[in-house]
């Protein structure tokens, strides 16, 4: 369409041209034809513009709802990241020096002094034990190493409040140097308290190798 255009504005000129020469000295109908040629020149640009613009505009408009998407994506993912609290502890059984822990009389719950880390505050090392801020599914895990004395003497569990949940022990054999893990995935309400306890009468070994460890995280909340 644009090159038809452009053809009959050509031809027109010529016309305009053509006309003007025939008719010499009746130069106030040559003026008028070549006025007529310019406003269609004119018209033409105008129209051409206008399309320009309409097609700029259709551009600015889609450029401006996919900035209007990606801010609700931001929104949205600041909201996720900004709702939901960070809760994750490990710890080691000794801070320093090495030897058995235990036995005592009754079951007593393990003190992991060594911090590697402890988001949200949720991990106690002063009592061993961690407690839930916020109402979830958790994930714990521990590990034990049993004692290095001829006999082993080594049973610990892990307890949500009073509830045992699992449990590692070595109570027979001859060697002295084996170690065992656990895990479990709980759901846990604002208050609830999980630690490993060590069982009366019986001892671990630890040394600044961190044989013993006691980790855990927010899996979701609930």
Known sequence: ME?????VLVLGCCFCAADSNEKGGQNSGSTSSCDMCSLTT???NVGALGEKVANMADKITFLE????NTDRE???LRSLIGGTPQVAFSAALRDSGSGDIGPFTTATPLK???????????????TGIFTATVSGVYFFRFSMFNNLSPTPNSVVSLKKNDERLTSVWDTKGTDSNDM?????????????TVYVELQENRLVYDDLMYYNTFSGFLLFTM
């Open 65 to 68: 709802t996919k900035l209007q």
């Open 180 to 192: 065992g893990s656990n895990a479990v995935v709980i759901p846990l309400k604002a208050g609830d």
């Open 112 to 126: 992991y002094k060594k911090i590697f880390s402890n988001y949200g505050d949720c991990y106690n090392p002063s």
């Open 74 to 76: 931001v929104l949205e």
């Open 42 to 44: 004119i018209a033409l």
């Open 3 to 7: 090159k038809i255009a452009v053809l």
